[in-house]
T-cell receptor, first 116, second 117 residues
C-alpha cells in the first residue's frame, strides 16, 4: 500500500501567489516525522521543512509552511509569495516509528511551475 | 563545507559488469542511505545504515549490495547490473539515531545517473 500519496502530478501558480501542494500519508504509528524536499531541474534534493507527529504547531520555514492535519493524515506544503525559482519537483516523505522502522518513504512528487 | 559526495555522477555500462558507486559524507553522521529515483515513483530506499557495520534493506534492495566499513563511506555495489537498474541514484546522510522525535534533516548527494545497456 502507498504510504505517501501526492495526488497532483503537476501544479501551476502565478508568481507572487500562494500555492498548496497536497500530501497524505498512511501509518499506524503514533510517532513519525514528515518532510518536504525540493528538487530543481539541476537534480539535487533540498530539504525544506519538517513536522514531527507530536508537534502541536504547524512547522514554518520562511515562505514554507506545513499544514499538518493529523486526524486527516495530511501534511500539505504551502508556499507563499511564489517565485520563479520555486519551479521544481516537490517530494513529501515520511519516517515512521521509534526504533525499529528506520526507512523513509517518499511520494511520487508534484511538479510545480511558477508563471511570470 | 558540509556535504555528501557521490562518484561517478554519470555512468553508462553494460549488463553484468560489476560496478560501485561511492558515497562519502563529512558530517560525522551515523545514518546513511541509498535511494533510486524513477519517474512517477519518487524516491525509493534501497539500503540504509544506522552505523558502521550495521546495514538494513529498504524497499527495493534486490540486485544491490552495500557496505559500511567506515562511518563516512557507504558504497553501493551492483554485482551484475541489469537494464531495470537504469535510474538516478541518491546517497543521503543524517544525524538520525533511531528516534522519531528528533529533527532529521537528510543531506543528499548530487545524484548518480546510471544507464545499463
Amino acid at each position: 500500500a502507498q504510504k505517501i500519496t501526492q495526488t497532483q502530478p503537476g501544479m501551476f501558480v502565478q508568481e507572487k501567489e500562494a500555492v498548496t501542494l497536497d500530501c497524505t500519508y498512511d501509518t499506524s504509528d503514533q510517532s513519525y516525522g514528515l518532510f518536504w524536499y525540493k528538487q530543481p531541474s539541476s537534480g539535487e534534493m533540498i530539504f525544506l521543512i519538517y513536522q514531527g507527529s507530536y508537534d502541536e504547531q504547524n512547522a514554518t520555514e520562511g515562505r514554507y509552511s506545513l499544514n499538518f492535519q493529523k486526524a486527516r493524515k495530511s501534511a500539505n506544503l504551502v508556499i507563499s509569495a511564489s517565485q520563479l525559482g520555486d519551479s521544481a519537483m516537490y517530494f513529501c516523505a515520511m519516517r515512521e516509528g521509534l526504533d525499529n522502522n528506520n526507512d523513509m518513504r517518499f511520494g511520487a512528487g508534484t511538479r510545480l511551475t511558477v508563471k511570470p | 563545507e558540509a556535504q555528501v559526495t557521490q562518484n561517478p555522477r554519470y555512468l553508462i555500462t553494460v549488463t553484468g559488469k560489476k560496478l560501485t558507486v561511492t558515497c562519502s559524507q563529512n558530517m560525522n553522521h551515523e545514518y546513511m542511505s541509498w535511494y533510486r529515483q524513477d519517474p512517477g515513483l519518487g524516491l525509493r530506499q534501497i539500503y540504509y545504515s544506522m552505523n558502521v557495520e550495521v546495514t538494513d534493506k529498504g524497499d527495493v534492495p534486490e540486485g544491490y549490495k552495500v557496505s559500511r566499513k567506515e562511518k563516512r563511506n557507504f558504497p553501493l555495489i551492483l554485482e551484475s547490473p541489469s537494464p531495470n537498474q537504469t535510474s538516478l541514484y541518491f546517497c543521503a546522510s543524517s544525524s538520525w539515531t533511531g528516534r522519531a522525535s528528533n529533527t532529521d534533516t537528510q543531506y543528499f548527494g548530487p545524484g548518480t545517473r546510471l544507464t545499463v545497456l
